[in-house]
């Protein structure tokens, strides 16, 4: 996989980003670069909006205010500066998605379709390669995550790590530039998350560029290259895993790290 | 086509008339089907052997058949059994027995509903078979069967409408006699389709205030 | 019961048994296009799905029927009576496959179409590949009680002049002053049709269901 970048704007720009529900601000003005072929984790304790923020990164959830430039177009909204949003046509939309690839908490393959079918789909149906191509790139997905054998099963017929791999080989298929992660091992039984870790940092290794909201530490760690600490919708921290982490701590982040103790953070005290 | 409603609004008495008969066969038969269809269901459940294989060949058999069908065998096959019938009494007769299958499994699919731990409860708490029955699973059952026995008084009433075709002098019969009277059929049989369909919705719409006024009582499990 | 009339019932049998076949397959069909009309996001589309249903699950069937088969030649097309009975018990049906699929639908999990989203399926791409195929899967016990329903609900069709089981026990009564035994024998062939039908919806359940809860 290529390294070399697509442009020379960020790869992800967020710039006031405030998203509420009904009377509850989940985020608050945030602005954040995430840069070309780097890894960021965002980590923070449950409900600081790292989730939400992830899914406005994607436009599964509309920012009330702020904008996203993906490579520096604008996804969902765009805004002149001095001027109020204007929403973007469903078409752009999709050509700016077309960036992305992510990879859900949840797995969410399609249960009736086969590892391969699910992995080939978008290529056949929203992208128009024809069938016997599409399965071959499929199949080379597949391969890299290690699920080759597998490809004639069904979702129910997979543990759930196998799932995820087959969720990433479906994001990648499409040949993003850019690789959202939410929590992709939080559902998983902890034996399985290292195989699903162990492809991420193949990824990273490829040079993707990769935004991952992950309770991993030890994975945010060591195979981060910035960490982005979130708490109560605010964007208290940035920084290299060093600055970050490094002594003396934000309060905070001590605070927080407390209850991570046992997920590879000892290695930090 | 010339829309002429004119016809219709001259037979008001007539009118008025069969969609009394409508409403009073709905309503009846409604109630006799619930209270006929209870005991079915009490009968399935706690009833001997022999009595448990009859009901639910009865149960089986109506549910089995077309409605029609039925109602032929009792007009005009009943008479070669003994049981001769004007139309409405036929009619009546062949709504609540027909009503009372559906409406049995529904009280029987709301029993199995109770959760079982609510019954040990009570045993556990020294309450006799009766008490049990009729202190705990029969009001748990009401609130449970609400939903699906509103759907079933629906379907009572869209049914009434076939009675019609056993000369049973409700809105249907007389609608049909009226459009071929005056050649205005198909806005007859369009006025009695909205009839029907308002009836329908009102209906709908007290069974859905009823079961909120009712949601109160319900559990975490409903 | 002689021979004879046996025969005839049974044949009329088969023409209910076609009768609800092909209405059942065109209900679902138009059953799968209207709930796509209910979920439409253009507000004109969905009421117009919305109503259809409403209005084909809120009235009396026999109402319909006698209503579309006088309809039709009013409107130009004059179709033979089995034509309009079909129209008549697809077009109910679909109204209540309709109502099956949307609850279908709905409890497709958000994240499935969200992973479509991402992946640049279509809203029309989605509902075709991703929504219908799964939600038929999820509907499919909901089919077979459906198909016993519209076995039963042919039986109406006897009042617009086809000749199916319902209607030829109807004539044969008539002619032999014998309805105890015809709609008996009638009744039972209804009965034994509707046990087979749920015996086979009981076998593909089974198979059918690829693993979806």
New interface residues.
Partial sequence: MSTAPTSAHPAISVRGLSKRFGQTEVLHGIDLDISQGQVTCVIGPSGSGKSTLLRCMAFLEEATEGTILINGEPLGFSQAPGADRVRLSPERIRAVRANIGMCFQQFNLWPHMTALGNVSEALKTARGVPKAQAEERAMAQLRKVGLEERAGHYPSQLSGGQQQRVAIARALACEPKIMLFDEPTSSLDPELTGEVLKVMRDLAADGMTMVVVSHEIGFAASVANRITFLDEGKLLLQGTPAEVFGKPRHPRLDQFLDTYLDRGAAMLV | MIIDFTHIIEQLPELVRSIGVTLAIWLVGTAGALVLGFFVALGLRFGPRVVRWLLYFYVELIRGTPFLVQLFLLYYGGPFIGIALDPIPAGLLGVTVYGAAYFSEIFRAGFDAIPRGHVEAAQCLGLTRMQIIFRIEVPEMTMLVLPPAVNMTVILLKETAVLSIITVPELTFLMQAIGSQQYAFVEAMAVLACFYWAMVSITGRIGKALEQKLSKFTFAHT | MSWELFALLVQSCGLTIAISAVSIVLGLLIGILVSGAMLSRNALVAWCGRTFV??F????????L??IY??LP?LGLNVPSLVAAIVGLSLCDAAYQAENMRGGLNSI?K??L?????????PR?QFW??KV??AL?LTLPALTSEA?MIV?????V??VGVVEL?RM??DL?ASTFK??EL??V??LL??VT??VLSQLGRRFERSFS???R
């Fill in positions: 409403s209005f699950r809120g009235s009396p069937l026999l109402v319909q006698l209503l006088n309809l009013v999990p994240g499935l969200e992973a479509a989203d991402m992946l640049g399926l279509s791409q590949r991703i195929p799964i899967r016993i039963k609900a042919s039986s109406l006897s009042v319902t026990a109807q009564a309805p105890l709609f008996a009638a009744g209804y009965f509707n046990w690829w693993g979806i």
